[in-house]
Nanobody, 115 residues
Framework: QAQLVESGGGLVQPGGSLRLSCAAS????????MGWYRQAPGKERELVAT???????TYADSVKGRFAIAGDNAKNTVYLRMNSLKPEDTAIYYC?????????WGQGTQVTVSS
């Protein structure tokens, strides 16, 4: 079992930055893959970034070069640093943990990019 709690969302102007945090209720295991997803109004949930074994990362093409995912094992926390934010990044951002056939989701945090 694992519980995930996101934080760090908010309102930011275009071109601004935010850092999202996802705190897990347990220590990370080597089999864990942590990810950030987002869902904009009227759209399907989409993958933003993942971090897995050995710190390997993947990114959606739409965020490459602007977003960075990183983990802190000592704090059981995964971060998503978002730079050069655009209005189209507006969405609810969800933290996800996949491990050994199980999957867990956080409650989501709203990110709004608007002037």
């Amino acid at each position: 079992q694992a519980q995930l709690v996101e934080s760090g969302g908010g309102l930011v102007q275009p071109g601004g930055s935010l850092r999202l945090s996802c705190a897990a209720s347990r220590t990370f295991f080597s089999s864990d893959v942590m990810g950030w997803y987002r869902q904009a109004p009227g759209k399907e949930r989409e993958l933003v970034a993942t971090i897995g074994r050995g710190g390997r990362t993947t990114y959606a093409d739409s965020v490459k070069g602007r977003f960075a995912i990183a983990g802190d094992n000592a704090k059981n926390t995964v971060y998503l640093r978002m730079n050069s934010l655009k209005p189209e990044d507006t969405a609810i951002y969800y933290c996800n943990l996949r491990t050994l056939g199980q999957e867990y989701w956080g409650q989501g945090t709203q990110v709004t990019v608007s002037s």
